[in-house]
Nanobody, 121 residues
């Protein structure tokens, strides 16, 4: 079955960096777009970034544009999120989510359990 397992979260000071990873299995990884979605304490889900199946197209929320970089390794079935210049407002549980198609518009059909990122001094 489809499995998405996030890792790399933790406590980091403002201005520092963190790299999240998502290990995927149970589906043809290279055929589907993938996303990062976050949920801050007491708030709703916020889409953060998406990457096309082939890795040749990416998209970001305005709140993270220029600070976060999404990437994937289709040979290793891995998704990444490099987060630089972190801000306290980035504190959230970060989820890896599989899209229903090769790019956006199909909806996210599988989700991981999330990894917590806390940005605090």
């Amino acid at each position: 079955q489809v499995q998405l397992v996030e890792s790399g979260g933790g406590l980091v000071q403002p201005g520092n960096s963190l790299r999240l990873s998502c290990a995927a299995s149970g589906f043809t990884f290279a055929s589907y777009a993938l996303n990062w979605v976050r949920q801050a304490p007491g708030k709703g889900l916020e889409w953060v970034s998406g990457i096309k199946s082939g890795g040749d197209r990416t998209s970001y929320a305005d709140s993270v544009k220029g600070r976060f970089t999404i990437s994937r390794d289709n040979g290793k079935n891995m998704l990444y999120l490099q987060m630089n210049n972190l801000e306290p407002e980035d504190t959230a549980v970060y989820y890896c989510a599989k899209d229903g198609g090769s790019w956006s518009g199909y909806g996210m059909d599988y989700w991981g359990k999330g990894t917590l990122v806390t940005v605090s001094s």
